[in-house]
C-alpha cells in the first residue's frame, strides 16, 4: 500500500508540475494571443487605410480621365473647324486665282484689241520701249499677222529679240 500511495503521490506531484506547466503555457498563449490581435488590429487599419487609398486614386484617375476626354473632345472639334476653314481658303484662293486669271486675259484682250487698232509704226514704238516679257505678253495676244506688221516696224535688233522669245 505503501507502493500504491507511494505511486499516487508522485503521479499526483507529477500532475501538479504538469498543471503548473499547461498553466504557463497557457499564459504564453493568452500573451501571444493579445500580441496577434494588437497585430491583427494594425494590418487590419493598415488594410482599410489602403483601401480608402484605392477609392480616391481610382475616383482621382476617373476625374481626370473625363477631364482628358472632353479636352480631346474640344481639341478635334477645333481641328475640324480648322480643317473646314482651311478647304475654304482653299476654295476662295482657287477662285481667287481664276477671277485674277480672268481679269488678265480681260486686260490682255483688251490690250490686244488696242494694239490691233492702231498702226503698226506706233505699235513697234511702243512695244520697243516696254519690258520684253510685257511686251511678249501683248504680242501673245495678237493675229499673227498683226505681230507681223509690228515687228517689220521695229528696230531689227529688237524685233529678233522679240521673235527669239515669242518662240519658246
Do not use: H, W
Not at 103 to 120: C, D, L, N, P
Amino acid at each position: 500500500m505503501k507502493i500504491i500511495f507511494y505511486l499516487l503521490l508522485s503521479t499526483s506531484i507529477y500532475a501538479m508540475q504538469t498543471s503548473d506547466k499547461l498553466f504557463e503555457c497557457t499564459e504564453i498563449f493568452q500573451e501571444r494571443k493579445g500580441e496577434l490581435l494588437v497585430e491583427l488590429e494594425r494590418i487590419d487599419e493598415q488594410k482599410q487605410a489602403l483601401e480608402s487609398l484605392k477609392i480616391a486614386t481610382e475616383s482621382l484617375l476617373k476625374e481626370k480621365e473625363t477631364k482628358l476626354s472632353i479636352k480631346e473632345e474640344s481639341v478635334n472639334q477645333k481641328i475640324l473647324e480648322i480643317t473646314n476653314k482651311e478647304k475654304s481658303i482653299k476654295k476662295m484662293l482657287e477662285k481667287n486665282s481664276q477671277i485674277l486669271k480672268e481679269t488678265k486675259s480681260i486686260k490682255m484682250s483688251k490690250i490686244a484689241q488696242t494694239f490691233a487698232k492702231m498702226k503698226a509704226t506706233a505699235s513697234a514704238n511702243i512695244l520697243a520701249g516696254m519690258d520684253p516679257k510685257e511686251a511678249i505678253l501683248i504680242l501673245q495676244s495678237l493675229k499673227p499677222k498683226t505681230v507681223g506688221q509690228i515687228l517689220t516696224k521695229m528696230d531689227a535688233k529688237k524685233a529678233a529679240n522679240l521673235t527669239l522669245l515669242l518662240s519658246k
